[in-house]
Structure formats: structure tokens, C-alpha cells
């Protein structure tokens, strides 16, 4: 069975202070790994697609990692506005490209 | 372009009534999604659409819930008798087609409260 888990829970930081989330995943066949962001009372936005351990992909303070285990998040010198939930799924076994995600890692950057 | 839209955004509704919620995919995406959030948790899936026809339901909790797709456009999600344990936020997600892997781009999501 396909599982996805996000670690840690909660993440506090100062303005500045670069940190990373963590996805762990367990899939028969990764076909694709993608990371959301959620605000409050939004839907998930599309952050990016990892398809193969190596990959790696960046947008502005955001870079994504991934290996044959697990994916990385990195935030380097964050900012208040990127304090939301990072939501992590996978693509597998499935052919009908259903997601599954992990719990999500809730950031508050604060000033 | 416009993105997925659902409605209504919020809907309340008492324990063993019907509720319909609505959602507008993005144009010209085929493939069709339905999930449901609980507070503090990630989406949870519920059913997949390919054009009109359900091709994976194996997320549909019980015979309670059913989804259409008459067009191959706007879905519906429909809850029977609903109870309680239902009220969660439903988001409807689409993308080009299922494989790919396809990004799949969520709506703002419906939240359902059953009193």
C-alpha cells in the first residue's frame, strides 16, 4: 500500500533562518512526487513534480529534493509569506493517477 | 485562465438530508478528481474521473456517496443521508489526463458542516 509521511508536524522560524521538510514515502512504483502549498481556507497550489531520485527543482526560496525514499523541501531564508501548509503526495501503483498525501508540514515564519 | 471552481464554498446542512456540491474543471482537462480534507489532515481521495465515466470510485467511503460527470465537464458529488462523520472540506481537483504523471490543480474546496 502507498504511504506518505511528513515530518516535522509544525515548523517555527525566524525570518532568515533556512530550514528543510521532510516527505518519506513508501510506493511499489513512483511515477511522480508533487509538493503543494495550502493557506487557510484554500485549496492546495502546485508547487512542483519530482519524477526520479536526483531530480531537483527550484522556485524562488523553495527547492525541491528527491530520493528512492523520500523528498526534501528546503526554504532558504524564508520570509512571513511562506508560512502555510506544505502538503507532500505521491503518484504510484495506481493507473487513474489518484494522489496520496502525507499530513503536511504547517510553517509559520515570523517577522 | 480560470482555475477549478467549486460551489458553494460553504454548505451547512442537518444530519440525514441530501446535499449536492458542485465542481467546474478547468477547461479542456479531461481527468476529474474528488477528495475530502479533515481539519489537520492532507486530501484524502474519493473518486476519479476520466471524461464522463467514474474510472477509479474505490475512494468512495460508502453507498452514500456518489458522483457524476454527465458531459465530461461539471461534476457533482452527492451525499445521501448525511451524517456527522461527513463534515470535512471536499476539494475537486483536474488535470490533463491521468498519466504523466499530470499535475493535478485543486479548487478552493466546498466545507461541509453536518449539525
Do not use: M
Request: glycine share 10%.
Amino acid at each position: 500500500e502507498d504511504q506518505v509521511t511528513q515530518s516535522p508536524e509544525a515548523l517555527r522560524l525566524q525570518e532568515g533562518e533556512s530550514s528543510s521538510l521532510n516527505c518519506s514515502y513508501t510506493v511499489s512504483g513512483l511515477r511522480g512526487l508533487f509538493w503543494y502549498r495550502q493557506d487557510p481556507g484554500k485549496g492546495p497550489e502546485f508547487l512542483f513534480t519530482l519524477y526520479s531520485a536526483g531530480e531537483e527543482k527550484e522556485k524562488e526560496r523553495l527547492k525541491a529534493t528527491l530520493t528512492k525514499k523520500e523528498s526534501f523541501l528546503h526554504i532558504t531564508a524564508p520570509k512571513p509569506e511562506d508560512s502555510a501548509t506544505y502538503l507532500c503526495a505521491v503518484h504510484g501503483s495506481s493507473n487513474t493517477g489518484k494522489l496520496i498525501f502525507g499530513q503536511g508540514t504547517t510553517l509559520q515564519v515570523k517577522p | 485562465g480560470a482555475g477549478v471552481s467549486q460551489t458553494p464554498s460553504n454548505k451547512v446542512t442537518e444530519k440525514g438530508k441530501y446535499v449536492e456540491l458542485r465542481c467546474d474543471p478547468i477547461s479542456g482537462h479531461t481527468a476529474l478528481y474528488w477528495y475530502r480534507q479533515s481539519l489537520g489532515q492532507g486530501p484524502e481521495f474519493l473518486i476519479y474521473f476520466q471524461g464522463t465515466g467514474a474510472a477509479d470510485d474505490s475512494g468512495l467511503p460508502n453507498d452514500r456517496f456518489f458522483a457524476v460527470r454527465p458531459e465530461g465537464s461539471v461534476s457533482t458529488l452527492k451525499i445521501q443521508r448525511t451524517e456527522r462523520g461527513d463534515s470535512a472540506v471536499y476539494l475537486c481537483a483536474s488535470s490533463l489526463g491521468p498519466s504523466a504523471p499530470y499535475e493535478q490543480y485543486f479548487g478552493p474546496g466546498t466545507r461541509l458542516t453536518v449539525t
